[in-house]
């Protein structure tokens, strides 16, 4: 005999900015984009992070702002 696994269905990730009503990325809010940047300060893709589409344009394009602003690293040591 053997136990059959309970198949389990994930639920789908919603959006953080839509849920929480951002109208704007701020690339001064360092703690907020330093969550989707991986280990070594690469941009986390929209799949792991579980965002939509629109709001991850504006968060690359805040986290590009942020590292030319010395603000986040381009590279993690």
Same mark, same amino acid.
């Given at each position: ?10 639920? &789908? %990730? $919603?959006?953080?900015?839509?849920? !929480?009503? #951002? ?10 984009? /330093? ?9 986390? &893709? %929209? $799949?792991?992070?579980?965002?939509? !589409?629109? #709001? ?10 942020? /590292? ?10």
């Amino acid at each position: 005999m053997y136990n059959k696994r309970k198949q389990q269905t994930k639920q &789908p %990730r $919603k959006c953080y900015f839509c849920y !929480s009503n #951002h109208k704007y990325i701020d690339y001064k809010d360092v703690n907020n984009l /330093r969550r989707y940047l991986s280990s070594f300060a690469k941009i986390v &893709p %929209r $799949k792991r992070s579980g965002v939509c !589409s629109k #709001h991850q344009r504006c968060l690359s394009s805040a986290i590009k702002r942020a /590292r030319v602003m010395a603000l986040l690293p381009f590279i993690q040591r």
